[in-house]
């Protein structure tokens, strides 16, 4: 069982790299913004409470999103977890090992994935996803093959995030420097943490990750 958190910035690459290590390895992504977006499209009270403050760019409480990552991890069952996008701030990261250790399990590596803000507009700008199998596209460095027609599942619904504007990735960058980056020393403190570059190609940053996950322990 191999449990790890892909950490960095929005746009370094977090759920790219998830999908590949579902599809590689059957581990399970656990993503609180796919979440708490799915818990805004069913309009639960929870998903229309988080709605505005999403938009913003800005973080939602501690509560909701461990709430939601332990409902997860007392009903899921999984050969290792994927947390990309949680933990976010100290107090996550705090809830996260309590509950790993509740369910007698550890964390075993985090990765940063460290890249430059420059490159990070570009990213969030050109993203766009597939409605119905979540893949993730980008309009110059991940296109379609066919344009407007997903290549993993042949959907048309291909999407944009309301969030993925230039005004809203500055407040989320802020936050992301904020609350989150603090994480790194954290992680570093307690000897789990890993740096990748994530300014690489898609497939030398998923080799990279492997080397991690094959060893994690180095
Ligand atoms: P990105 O892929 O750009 O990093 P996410 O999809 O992970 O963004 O998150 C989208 C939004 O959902 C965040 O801007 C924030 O409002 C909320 N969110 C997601 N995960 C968390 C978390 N762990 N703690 C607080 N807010 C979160
Ligand atoms: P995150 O989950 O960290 O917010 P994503 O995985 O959604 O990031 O990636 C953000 C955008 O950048 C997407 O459009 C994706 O196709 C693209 N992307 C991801 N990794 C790379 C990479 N290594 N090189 C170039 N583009 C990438
Ligand atoms: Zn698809």
Redesign the pocket.
């Known amino acids: 069982m191999t449990n790890i958190i892909l950490l960095?910035?929005?746009?370094?690459g977090?759920?790219t790299q998830a999908r590949k290590l579902v599809e590689e390895r059957g581990m399970v992504q656990l993503?609180?913004?796919?979440?708490?977006?799915e818990a805004r499209t069913s309009g639960t009270e929870m998903g229309k409470k988080?709605a505005a403050?999403?938009d913003?760019?800005?973080?939602?409480?501690?509560e909701?999103?461990i709430g939601l990552i332990e409902e997860k991890l007392s009903t899921v069952k999984a050969p290792g977890f994927i947390f990309?996008?949680?933990?976010?701030?100290l107090g996550?990261a705090d809830a996260l090992g309590d509950l790993l250790a509740k369910h007698g399990s550890t964390l075993d590596a985090v990765i940063e994935m460290r890249v430059d803000d420059a490159a990070l507009v570009a990213r969030?700008t050109g993203r766009f996803t597939c409605g119905d199998c979540g893949e993730v596209y980008h309009d110059v460095t991940k296109p379609t093959k066919v344009p407007g027609v997903c290549d993993v599942c042949g959907s048309t619904n291909l999407k944009r995030?309301a969030?993925?504007n230039e005004d809203?990735?500055r407040t989320?960058l802020m936050?992301?420097y904020k609350k989150t980056s603090p994480l790194v020393g954290y992680y570093y403190h307690a000897k789990k943490l890993h740096v990748v570059d994530g300014l690489a190609e898609i497939e030398a940053v998923a080799a990279e990750i492997a080397k991690v996950l094959d060893n994690p322990a180095t």
Do not use: C, H, N, W
């Open positions: 960095g910035p929005p746009g370094a977090k759920g993503s609180t913004g796919d979440m708490l977006r988080v403050v999403m913003a760019g800005q973080l939602v409480t501690d909701i999103v990309d996008g949680f933990p976010r701030t996550q969030i995030r969030d993925d809203s990735l989320r936050e992301y």
